[in-house]
């Protein structure tokens, strides 16, 4: 069973279909059992870093995704709660990815909304994907490069595009909305031991 964690934060129907598409069962939960229990972990976001992590905490899901051993995948907001703080509503994140997470400067359009591809491509996650690809942006907010970033993005500045850490994963981009790409990179999650 896939596991989508339920946080008041929007996409988790188009994260569920597109996953399901793909032929496996999932269950939409924030049930602390169902999340320790699932045979992997999806982490969708579409929201607000501060409201969501009120909500975690309430949940004592803050708890328990750092303990988690299955593959477990944060997309968007799901991403940049995996890291240490976020300056949207400076708000103290989950800490797995040793990063932060920054407002975009107002030198061009914000929030970065769109179509875009992917450098400095590594890591099971992105297995067959190429530069040549483009996936769907939206966010405000951008994860900063470290050890743990898997593939950057340029828009305003590079940040990552993918981060990875032991059974890690995250996404800036939605590989739900990405088309036959977004679903390459879901599969290759689904697929993960």
């Known amino acids: 069973m896939i596991a989508i964690i339920d946080y008041v934060a929007g996409n988790v129907k188009s994260v569920q279909n597109a996953v399901e598409k793909l032929g496996f069962e999932t269950i939409i939960t924030s049930d602390f059992e169902e999340i320790k229990n699932a045979k992997k972990v999806i982490f969708p976001g579409v929201g607000e870093a501060s409201t969501a992590m009120k909500y975690l905490k309430n949940l004592k899901l803050d708890e328990l995704i750092p303990s988690l051993k299955q593959p477990f995948l944060g997309i968007c907001l799901g991403q940049q709660l995996l890291c240490n703080f976020s300056e949207e509503g400076n708000t103290k994140c989950l800490g797995i990815f040793d990063l932060n997470v920054k407002g975009f400067p107002a030198t061009d359009i914000v929030p970065h909304m769109g179509w ?18 483009n996936f769907y942006f939206v966010h405000s907010y951008y994860c900063e490069i470290g050890k743990n970033t898997t593939s950057t993005c340029d828009y305003i500045l590079p940040f990552s595009a993918t981060l990875q850490k032991d059974n890690f994963y995250g996404t800036q981009f939605h590989p739900e909305k990405s088309g036959a790409v977004g679903a390459k990179i879901l599969e290759n999650f689904l697929k993960l031991k």
């Open 116 to 133: 875009n591809n992917l450098q400095q491509i590594n890591g099971e996650l992105l297995a067959g994907i190429s530069a040549d690809d």
